[in-house]
């Protein structure tokens, strides 16, 4: 069984930074031949895109809202793919997922319905 596990998740001050990653267990091949994908959901709001890393690529995507403050990263050694967020904003609060698609070498990209596996979400809150 494919299953996600988000971590890293807590309370900061706005300015502050976070890592926040997402180890993939039940894989038969490694997590850098899938492309990963991070959302977000604030309060009362619908899920967002955040970033995404297409398999075989280094160039990750990102959504407006936190293009050059967030970066995304493949660990091949800890099967992990990580969100590190810069310069937090009281916005950015949120639960946080990362999900995969069911097969090697789609790349949904911003379209949250190409993803199937999803994890359970970490929660990241900003002070002002």
């Known amino acids: 069984q494919v299953h996600l596990v988000e971590s890293g998740g807590g309370l900061v001050q706005a300015g502050d930074s976070l890592r926040l990653s997402c180890a993939v267990y039940?894989?038969?091949?490694?997590?850098?031949?899938?492309?990963t994908g991070w959302f977000r959901r604030r309060p009362g709001k619908e899920r967002e895109f955040v970033g995404a890393i297409n398999w075989g690529s280094d160039m990750p995507d990102y959504g407006d809202s936190v293009k050059c403050r967030f970066t995304i990263s493949r660990d091949n050694a800890r099967n992990a793919v990580d969100l590190q967020m810069n310069s937090l904003k009281p916005e950015d609060a949120a639960v946080y997922y990362c999900?995969?698609?069911?097969?090697?070498?789609?790349?949904?990209?911003?379209?949250?319905?190409?993803?199937?596996?999803w994890g359970q979400g970490t929660q990241v809150t900003v002070s002002s």
């Open positions: 999900a995969l698609p069911t097969r090697v070498t789609d790349a949904p990209g911003r379209d949250e319905n190409g993803y199937f596996y």
């Open positions: 039940g894989l038969t091949t490694h997590l850098r031949l899938y492309s």
